[in-house]
């Protein structure tokens, strides 16, 4: 995914925004989420031809650029463990609670033990100490895997729903239940709020989209910044 394609991504996400809270566009919208969608994980997930950017995140890296911290770039210092981490615990989280009222994938496949993680939540608000301990410890092959079983939930979740819902609050029951959960760090409860104050289709526009797309290019900054430090030697 070349920089090209990606500013032919933000120009759909645009088209998406304006179609998805219009009910008599609501098969026009999930079509559209489901192309969006699926250039932001593995080409694996949605058995695409097309190079995703996820796929050129990937492409040739070496563990030691996955697992580098801290790297500064603009907008993060955070490693690209981080990076995935953080966005498929947030897609996890809102798509599976909070639009699906459902328990999370973290829950239910025995995912803290294959990570080799010792975090539920999603990220915010961590020490370095914490994000360092994470970024050493998190198993990459096991990160790749959950994301890819988030990533094909999502979809069936999306696909499923009926006109009008992209129009629904969240419930405030749903956000109550992943603060229980500990879904967020102390101190981190903003996001919740944040959630809160969204339609179910804004967490569609930012959780399963945008969220992604802002964080994996981060993560594509890193990759390139260690590259050209490697080098130069």
């Not at 032919?8 to 999930?30: P, S």
């Not at 390139?224 to 030697?233: F, I, R, T, V």
Request: charged share 25%; glycine share 6%; net charge neutral.
């Amino acid at each position: 995914m070349d920089l090209k394609q990606r500013k032919c991504w933000n120009e759909n996400h645009k088209q998406l925004t304006n179609l998805i809270f219009t009910m008599d566009k609501h098969a026009q919208a999930v079509e559209l989420f489901l192309n969006q969608h699926a250039l932001l994980h593995s080409s694996q997930m949605s058995h695409s031809s097309v190079t995703t950017l996820e796929d050129y995140l990937l492409d040739q890296m070496a563990e030691h650029a996955f697992r580098t911290y801290p790297v500064k770039v603009p907008g993060t210092k955070n490693s690209i463990a981080w990076h995935l981490w953080h966005i498929t615990r947030i897609e996890d989280m809102t798509m599976n609670v909070l639009l699906n009222d459902e328990e999370q994938i973290f829950e239910m496949g025995n995912w803290k033990e294959r990570l080799q993680v010792n975090y539920f939540h999603t990220g915010n608000g961590m020490m370095e100490e914490e994000v360092a301990d994470l970024s050493s410890n998190i198993n990459l092959s096991a990160l790749l895997a959950y994301r890819l079983e988030v990533g094909r939930r999502t979809r069936e979740i999306v696909a499923s729903m009926l006109p009008g819902q992209f129009n629904q609050k969240v419930d405030p029951i749903r956000i109550k239940k992943l603060n229980d959960n500990g879904a967020v760090k102390q101190g981190e409860s903003w996001l919740l709020e944040y959630w809160g104050n969204k339609r179910l289709g804004g967490l569609i526009l930012m959780p399963a989209t945008r969220h992604l797309f802002l964080h994996l290019n981060k993560a594509v900054r890193i990759k390139e910044k260690l590259q050209k430090l490697n080098e130069l030697g």
